[in-house]
């Protein structure tokens, strides 16, 4: 049935193409999806507290073999963990640590993670900074 048309469903999917592969590109990656397991982990028990995990301030200890490719994606680490903020700190150990606190800033009513620095775009109040930013690009 690999050659069925019938539905994509049934279709196989394309090999990739060699000259396509990335190491550094699949490392990065690979220290950013070891990151958001611990995370993830630590995220449990805040959600457990009846906390959401947009509010949440994660500190990350990092080992040595991940903290190159972690800080070339700090300003980004937030989004791929579902939370307001990401702190990054170095640690000896071979393992990541995870600190997990509740959010002290404003929470943006567009997105809702949380901000120690909210914006105001025309009408709209408590903005984080890229929301207010998409606002302004919109012309609102």
Known sequence: RADDRSSIHLSPLPEPAPEREDAALEEKFDAILAARAAVTQELEAFRAQKHRTLDAAVTLGVP??????????????????????????????????????????????RCWKRDHAPETVGEHEGLCPRCAAVLREMGL
């Open 64 to 109: 040595a073999a991940h903290r190159e490719a972690l800080k070339a994606s700090a300003d980004r680490l937030h989004d791929y963990f579902i939370v307001s903020s990401v702190a990054l700190e170095e640690t000896d150990g071979e393992e990541f640590t995870v600190t997990v606190a509740e959010h002290t800033g404003t929470k943006c009513p």
